[in-house]
């Protein structure tokens, strides 16, 4: 039997790809392991997953001052040692690391112990914990065509992003069902990531009456985010967090509003959903979510709508062009390529863990 570390934490992002390759690595019998933190938000995910998890210590690399950047690097250097004496113990075949700041340590004692490490990048601009770990890993697979630029030439491969499998096999009359909306009047299912955005749902309910007009709205909009005063409005249905309904209530959607992470635009192109992209502003963020929208806008996938122009006639604007043109989006997102994520990575790790 074949063993392999899956690796990657701090955010759902680093997550969620890791899950999606658990069914097929399952039924190719590896024996998976996971390395995270000790309670980041991956541990949860990982054990209801039912994969042994292992937790380290970890720390984060800052580019600005913080008291903390003096005492990470040595949790860093306990994680190191810690990602060893795991790595010595379960002999895993190969690496495979999705990002954030607890791979680092795992990628280079993995390196250390001989054992080829593939990860995935999966902005346009690799991340601080990736660039550490890039030149220790056999293969870096990407998302964006853009991204190649930014890699070794001998090790770069455009593969897509993972998606679990069972996102796309929601059911449309079940998810109209467990939102309470009509089939006779198409759906826009707004989601802001898994905090929810306060910019995003300030400007969908600025224009709630005008979109309610000719559409139903289904409104993920994060934890503590519920507006009260709109509970009981005809045709809009608003949730903080959605589990295992969200499958079907992609399948109801015909156009999505999002933010632009890298996993969920990826989603979004598998589903194949007409959408309108509103990545976090510059000055909220390192830019990552402005060039993933922007790459996508280019490929004929997305309607790119900056925050900085956001706006109750603009996201307006931005719904009636979008579904106008919903067949032009859909023609482009049937062409794409980085669909098959799944079975590409699936392919890079048999290669490697056959070595």
Known sequence: MKKIILTGGGTAGHVTPNLALIPSLKAKNYDIRYIGSYQGIERTLIENAGIPYY????????????LKNFSDPFRVLKGYGEALKLIR??????????????????????????????????DMTPGLANKMCIPSAATVCCNFPETLAYLPKKKAVLTGSPIRKEL????????????GLSPNRPVILV???????????????????????NYQVIHICGKGNLDKSLANTPGYVQFEYVDAPLKDLFAAADLMISRAGANAICEILAL???NILIPLSASASRGDQILNAKSFARQGFSFLLEEE???????????????????DFLAKMEQSQLNNAVDSIIDKIEALAGH
């Open 55 to 66: 937790g380290i210590s970890s720390g984060k690399f800052r580019r600005y001052f913080d």
């Open 89 to 122: 113990e379960c002999k895993p075949d190969v690496v495979f690391s999705k990002g954030g700041f607890v791979t680092v340590p795992v990628v280079l004692a993995a390196k250390h112990c001989k054992v080829p490490v593939i990860i995935h990048e999966s």
């Open 168 to 179: 796309l096999q929601g059911d449309r009359m079940k998810g109209l069902s467990h939102a």
């Open 191 to 213: 989601i802001g990531g898994s905090l929810g955005s306060v910019t995003v749902n300030k400007a969908v309910r600025g224009i709630l009456p005008k979109l309610l007009k």
């Open 272 to 274: 194949k959903k007409p």
């Open 309 to 327: 122009k956001l706006s109750g006639d603009s996201l307006l604007q931005a719904v009636t062009e979008t579904m106008k043109n919903r067949q």
